[in-house]
């Protein structure tokens, strides 16, 4: 799976010319530095993951704090036990010259409290059907909406407000597959099964 970088800030330099050169390429230079990664952390230990590179003369350009941060997961709502100051740690990190990235999935679990929002309003991909995922079960949001779109990311924009530079985008993408599937599954697996098989069938054919 595919895990997708979004930087959110910084400056861009052009688009990429078609022969090479030694232009800037369109990305910040603290992307090529130094990442630093956290599971299941909370406020304190993030920081202090931090803080124990810098002490040893390990520079740090940006810090991923991966799930679980929110409240649910990808509700986008910072965990009051784990995270109960995300806005302080954020500026914290930011004084230090580090960048901050979170965890992020375009899906929505059916147990969270925005789940009947979003699907009343019919913000999720076909209907607000249900996929298993390796962090629950849920519903995609859906790009195509315009007016889902315009919720979700208002949602993001409540982070960004607190100063996060940019998502860590992790491995949801393939489900889309599952949620526009029309037939019964149990998982992506027999999903992605499927389109090998369709596509090992239309290759015989050629």
């Known amino acids: 799976f595919w895990i997708g970088m979004i930087f959110t800030q910084g400056s861009l330099a052009q688009p990429f010319e078609k022969s090479p050169s030694l232009a800037p390429p369109p990305w910040p230079a603290w992307a090529h530095e130094h990442w630093v990664w956290e599971n299941e952390g909370t406020e304190i230990s993030a920081e202090a993951l931090v803080v124990d590179y810098l002490k040893h003369d390990i520079p740090v350009s940006a810090l991923i704090i991966d ?9 986008l709502v910072p965990d009051p036990q784990r995270y109960p100051h995300l806005g302080s740690l954020i500026q914290r990190l930011h004084d230090r010259n580090v960048k901050v990235m979170m965890w992020a999935v375009s899906l929505i679990n059916e147990n969270a409290p925005e789940f ?86 239309h290759t015989s054919e050629l």
């Open 67 to 75: 799930r679980p941060w929110d409240t649910f997961p990808s509700n």
């Open 116 to 201: 009947s929002e979003a699907k009343e309003k019919g913000f999720f991909v076909n209907g607000g059907k249900i996929v298993r995922w390796w962090a629950g079960k849920g519903a995609l949001i859906d790009y195509e909406n315009p007016d889902a779109l315009r919720w979700w990311h208002s949602r993001m924009n409540s982070l960004l407000d607190l100063g996060v530079d940019g998502w860590k985008l992790d491995a949801i993408d393939p489900y889309i597959m599952l949620a526009k599937s029309r037939n019964p599954v149990e998982g992506i697996g027999q999903v992605l099964m499927g389109a090998m098989n369709r596509s090992e069938e």
